[in-house]
């Protein structure tokens, strides 16, 4: 069962006596917590019916009671046990997960740990009610998962304003949906995110970033390169090399996959790759100046880089001189 399922089902009142959340994306286990907290009771049901413990400080034994209480002036009470990965003899919440009370919601926050599936434990939270384990977003999947949450607030974004968006904050899911949101209220009466809003109100330079420094390389244009990565040096923030490497990678590695593509059609291209067909000139274009042992190099180089970042064979040299140093040897190979 995903996050999603578990609010759309508490929308139509449809509740379990207890929901186990857990595993490495927060996100996800915060939204289901947040939904609990502030919408299964109105405000006054909730002064009486809604109890909120903390792993550090919470004693088994009064999560237990509390979960026992019957609701007042209410059909249902709350009780939430957050950071429940810091209590101490979490597994004695056992004896009540095995006969929880029905008119009691009981939410789990369990982050960056999961149950032993093997475990009695897993299987009561399996058979009396919800066990979700959240998973990070690959890469890959967050454009896609960017544009139906701006679809979700009834926004449009342009292609590239979501490459920029993407690109610049990375997987943390929290933020690109703060981000968001603080565009969506300064939009006024308009409906599509654009790169200049995304560069006003997020502050990502639309001439300066990763997007594109990767369609300088794919043009083997060493000046504009050059001029992005001195940007970078004068505004660390604006993309740090942790940031950049995979992102050219992954850049590169489907340049890679265009050679055994067997067609040239953008659309085609798109479909072969896994990429927005917008992009799909970025990569044809980067195919037809690269050969493919060029290609295979600037991957080589990215992976050498990539160890130098994090301090292997390299004795103290700044992040945007190893990039410079990288883009000449990339754009320059023979």
Known sequence: MSAEKIIT???KKAFKPVYWLEGEEEYFIDKVVNYAERHILSDNEASFNLS???GRDAAWADVINACRRYPMFAERQVVLLKEGQQMRDIEKLEAYIENPLNSTVFVVSYKNKKVDGR???AKLLKERGALVTTKKLYDNQLPEWTQELVQSKGLSVSPKG???LVDHIGNDLTRIENEIEKISVNLGKRKNITEEDIEEF???SKEFNVFELQSALAKKDLSKAIRIIQYFEANPKAAPVQLILPSLYSFFSKVFMVFGANT???????IAIGVNPFFSKDYLQAAKVYNYKEVENALLLLHTYNLKSI???NTGTEDA???KEMVIKMIGWT
């Open 162 to 164: 979501l490459a920029l």
């Open 321 to 323: 001189s190893l990039l």
């Open 264 to 270: 040239t059609d953008e659309k085609g291209i798109a």
């Open 9 to 11: 089902e508490w929308k």
């Open 202 to 204: 997020v502050g990502v």
């Open 311 to 313: 301090g292997v064979n």
């Open 119 to 121: 475990t009695k434990f």
């Open 52 to 54: 909120i413990f903390y």
